[in-house]
């Protein structure tokens, strides 16, 4: 990898990776790995399963580069819209993930190492509060919440990782807040079987 | 837009630690440097499928099976050698290696045994070695000279049903693989690489009537071509393919194949790749598509109703069954 991928747009990446440059494709992971990756977690709450996930992510857009026409600078975006789709469908994203990084690596699921352990398990246990109040909304709805709320996407990306209108993105988030204000004695109380995040809402 | 929404706030993000972010690229690296491959259908039968279509050809002039005494292969390169890790033992099916002239050889490492064509020096020195050594127990071995100096010894252990080839090279090196069933190899590296035809270039589907009875179809999705029923690459190979024209249209018509006049469009193909779409016995109505390019073949699975309940990738230089 050298300085010319570093400085180039995602676009140009994309562009020279369906050309064949691993190091274009390396870049992009580089980019959006991390915020995939903590996405994945947020949707699924298991870190093990979001690093599996991830790849799955990069492998599934190179799979498809030849499908797709990604509007110009909305890569990170359509990579958002693969891991909305592959935590859709955990169980069998995950299948296919783990024999497929079995088949090319050899290599079991990775252990975070123990400076992080700590944080990982407490953003585990604070993570599954969260989706067990989330689980509330309907699907679309956590879509434009993880996307918008947590990962911090534009309406604009979040429309081009759903496939939809903005005004849908706009109006999904209206509902969702919506549906949270009003859920949310119902989603503390859900929550309060963990004490530390009962704690943390007083 | 860092908007906070109430008591639905997720953790802090975390970064990705160093070793995953390391196997990633190396997998990233890897998709985009070759196939990614992965291998969910049925494994060709740990029986000695081809063996048998091949003998049955020699002593009974069989025709089907003639056509599927198909010389399976891929091209085994140092990359390959590297990029593919041992995974475990398999107890059941073989691997099919290919020799220069495109005749098979059969190992099946569950079974400590095999076959060959016996058209195929390759195949007599494999097997000859095999029985001198007296070890048709657990563990066996053999090994071939390579052009240009060097070794590639071939061992399995018939209790792990494991097969690795092992290359010695003239300058001192090795690489050591592990073979899968299913896996179609050469037997002398680099020796079909100028043959844009050979199967290990392709996906082959074996379109079973019954056990043993059928034809092959080759899906080249670099090409974006595919044939049926005739092996295209060598003359050897084409010449064990004598179609049984009411076999064939079964075949034809089980497997909803093309049966145009161009004997490379055997599935529905255009310009951008190929789709091709037939049914199973349960109802599943499975589709193999590939862009023109690839180095694999994309199987989906539908229910009648739609939904998707099966995805796989196949890599080129894979055998399976169709249905």
Redesign the interface.
């Known amino acids: 990898m050298g300085d010319r991928s570093a400085g180039e747009a995602d676009s140009v990446l994309w562009t020279r990776t369906v050309e064949g440059d691993p190091d274009a494709f390396a870049e992009l992971y580089r980019r959006h790995g991390k915020r995939i990756y903590n996405y994945l977690f947020r949707r699924v709450g298991d870190w093990s399963e979001a690093e599996d996930l991830t790849a799955s992510v990069f492998l599934e857009a190179y799979r498809r580069r030849h499908e797709v026409a990604i509007p110009e600078e909305k890569v990170g975006a359509w990579f958002f819209g693969i891991a909305t789709n592959l935590a859709h469908n955990r169980r069998r994203s995950l299948r296919s993930a783990r024999r497929l990084l079995e088949r090319l690596a050899g290599a079991v699921s990775a252990r975070p190492g123990e400076s992080d352990a700590s944080a990982r398990a407490e953003a585990r246990e604070q993570m599954g509060a969260v989706l067990a109040a989330m689980s509330a909304l309907p699907r679309e709805q956590q879509d434009v919440v993880a996307l918008c709320l947590w990962s911090g996407l534009s309406y604009e990306d979040a429309a081009v990782a759903l496939s939809i209108p903005i005004g849908t993105v706009r109006s999904r988030l209206s509902r969702a807040r919506a549906a949270l204000a009003e859920l949310e004695p119902g989603s503390r109380h859900g929550i309060s079987q963990n004490q530390e995040v009962e704690e943390l809402l007083r | ?17 160093p ?3 390391e ?11 070759a196939p ?5 259908w049925r494994r060709p039968s740990r029986r000695l499928l081809w063996v048998a279509a091949a003998l049955a050809l020699v002593a009974a002039g069989a025709v089907a099976a003639a056509t599927k005494a198909g010389l399976f292969d891929r091209v085994v390169t140092r990359a390959d050698l590297d ?1 593919r ?3 475990g033992a398999r107890t059941s099916d073989g691997v099919l290696f290919v020799d220069p002239d495109g005749r098979y050889i059969s190992v099946v490492p569950a079974e400590s045994g095999g076959g060959f064509d016996p058209a195929s020096p390759y195949g007599r020195q494999l097997f000859r070695s095999l029985e001198s050594r007296g070890e048709n127990g657990e563990n066996a071995q053999t090994t071939i000279e390579l052009p240009g100096g060097g070794t590639r010894t071939i061992r399995w252990k018939r209790g792990e049903g494991t097969l690795t080839v092992t290359d010695e090279h003239a300058d001192g090196t090795t690489a050591t693989t592990t073979l899968r069933s299913g896996d179609v190899v050469p037997l002398v590296p680099g020796s079909l690489r100028d043959q844009p035809l050979t199967p290990d270039k392709a996906v082959t589907f074996e379109l079973e009537l019954r056990p043993d009875y059928g034809y092959s179809l080759w899906i080249y999705p670099q090409r974006n071509e595919a044939y049926v029923a005739t092996p295209p690459w060598t003359e050897s190979a084409k010449a064990t393919a004598v179609a049984d024209e009411d076999v064939l249209r079964e075949v034809v018509r089980r497997f909803a194949l093309s049966t145009g006049a161009d004997r490379h469009r055997a599935v529905p193909i255009d310009g ?2 190929g789709r091709w779409t037939f049914s199973l016995a349960d109802g599943t109505i499975r589709t193999v598509t590939w ?1 023109a ?2 180095r694999w073949v ?1 199987v989906t699975d539908r229910a009648p109703s739609g939904a998707i309940h ?4 196949l890599p080129i230089g894979t055998r399976v069954f169709a249905g």
């Open positions: 837009m860092n908007e906070r929404i109430g008591l639905l706030e997720p953790p802090t993000e975390l970064e990705l630690p070793e995953v972010m196997r990633h690229l190396r997998l990233l690296r890897q998709a985009v440097t990614a491959p992965t291998k969910r990029a890790v041992t995974s951008t790749g862009n390019g690839d994309t099966g995805e796989e990738v």
